[in-house]
């Protein structure tokens, strides 16, 4: 009950083009779902987070879409750039109560953009 | 500048011995925890703490240990019964969970090898 799938495991883009990356949960306690970008040899970086009370949230060229029904939940990179380029990882967590800010994070996968 | 430092960047381990991995963070967070990476496998939980002088076991803490001693402070101590050491290991913070949730915040990590 504590998984979150990702999927796919590595994406190729073409620059300008839009980059769509997939996550499914399985625990309904889940309240906190952000999106964290990593470059190689870094930590990985937050690019932007939801909560289920809204079905969209847009950052820039970067949208993440909300399902809540159907526990899933996607980002959205608009014309992706070369510089977009790194491993994007989903997660999920109970934003209150005991287990406050454990993330539970999918596989990741590896974006890249060419020129 | 506020941020998290974990130290050093590259850590070699000979069989049999325990190595410990320093991570300092100067963003006045409560919660600190370690993660591990390996290829493909997204980021695994270690151990957290809440609060200093207190600690909570993640998804895989076997042949880890850890201590908190300090708000600012959070170092991990691979033990020679981890077997499988080699990773990239990734330490971060976040402050109190709230409903809004709290974003974890990462160091650029270290690499342990084994020799």
């Known amino acids: 009950q504590q998984q979150v799938k990702q999927s796919p495991q590595s994406l190729i883009v073409q620059k300008g083009g839009i980059s769509i990356i997939n996550c499914a949960y399985e625990?309904?306690?889940?309240?906190?779902f952000p999106w964290y970008q990593q470059f190689p040899g870094k930590g990985p970086a937050l690019l932007i987070a939801?909560?289920?009370?809204?079905s969209e949230k847009k950052e820039g060229r970067f949208t993440i879409s909300f399902n809540k029904s159907a526990k899933q939940f996607s980002l959205h990179i608009m014309d992706s750039q070369p510089g977009d380029s790194a491993t994007y990882f989903c997660?999920?967590?109970?934003?209150?109560?005991?287990?406050?800010?454990?993330?539970?994070f999918g596989q990741g996968t590896i974006l890249t953009v060419h020129p | 500048d506020g941020g998290i430092t974990q130290s050093p960047k590259y850590l070699f381990r000979k069989e049999g011995q325990n190595v410990t991995l320093s991570c300092e963070q100067n963003?006045?967070?409560?919660?600190m925890y370690w993660y591990r990476q390996d290829p493909g496998q997204g980021l695994r939980l270690i151990y957290y703490?809440?609060?200093?002088?207190?600690?909570q076991k993640g998804d895989i803490a076997e042949g880890y240990s850890v201590s908190r001693e300090k708000k600012e402070s959070f170092p991990l101590t691979v033990t020679s019964a981890q077997k499988n050491p080699t990773a990239f290991y990734l330490c971060?913070?976040?402050?109190?969970?709230?409903?809004?949730?709290?974003?974890?915040?990462f160091g650029d990590g270290t690499r342990l090898s084994i020799l």
């Open positions: 971060a913070s976040s402050g109190k969970g709230g409903r809004s949730g709290q974003p974890q915040h």
């Open positions: 625990n309904t306690a889940f309240d906190y």
């Open positions: 939801i909560r289920p009370d809204v």
């Open positions: 997660a999920a967590s109970r934003a209150a109560g005991t287990s406050y800010g454990k993330l539970t």
């Open positions: 963003l006045n967070h409560d919660a």
């Open positions: 703490s809440q609060i200093v002088n207190d600690f």
